[in-house]
Nanobody, 127 residues
Framework: QVQLAESGGGVVQAGGSLRLSCAAS????????MGWFRQAPGKEREFVAA????????YYTDSVKGRFTISRDNAKNTVYLRMNSLKPEDTAVYSC????????????????????WGQGTQVTVSS
C-alpha cells in the first residue's frame, strides 16, 4: 500500500506559478504510475496530468498543456506538478494518485483506474 501526501498549494495571482509536491510512503514508489487530478467547487473531478513510473512518458489535459509540467524523483519518492501562467479557472483542490504499473510507458487518465489517493491541496488563483 502507498500513502500519498500533497503540499505546495496556496493563493496566487493570475499569471503566477506554484509547484505542488506529492510525497509517497509505503511500498516501492518507482513501480507506480502517478497522476494529478483537480476538483473545483460544484464540478466533477478532472484529470490534469499523468506520468509513467520511469518518468519517461507524460500526458496532459488540453487546458494545461504548455503551462503545467509533471515530473517525478523516484529517489525521493515524490512526484511534482509545476504550474505556470496560472488562471482563475485553475482554482481547485489538486490531488495526486497512484496505481501499480510495471510497464515503463503506461499512463492512466481516469480516476477510477487509480488505487491510492492523497487528501488534496487547495490552489486558488485570484484575478
Amino acid at each position: 500500500q502507498v500513502q500519498l501526501a500533497e503540499s505546495g498549494g496556496g493563493v496566487v495571482q493570475a499569471g503566477g506559478s506554484l509547484r505542488l509536491s506529492c510525497a509517497a510512503s509505503g511500498r516501492t514508489f518507482n513501480t507506480y504510475a502517478m497522476g494529478w487530478f483537480r476538483q473545483a467547487p460544484g464540478k466533477e473531478r478532472e484529470f490534469v496530468a499523468a506520468i509513467s513510473w520511469t518518468g519517461g512518458t507524460a500526458y496532459y489535459t488540453d487546458s494545461v498543456k504548455g503551462r503545467f509540467t509533471i515530473s517525478r524523483d523516484n529517489a525521493k519518492n515524490t512526484v511534482y506538478l509545476r504550474m505556470n501562467s496560472l488562471k482563475p479557472e485553475d482554482t481547485a483542490v489538486y490531488s495526486c494518485a497512484a496505481v501499480p504499473e510495471h510497464s515503463s510507458s503506461r499512463l492512466y487518465f481516469r480516476d477510477y483506474e487509480y488505487a491510492y489517493w492523497g487528501q488534496g491541496t487547495q490552489v486558488t488563483v485570484s484575478s
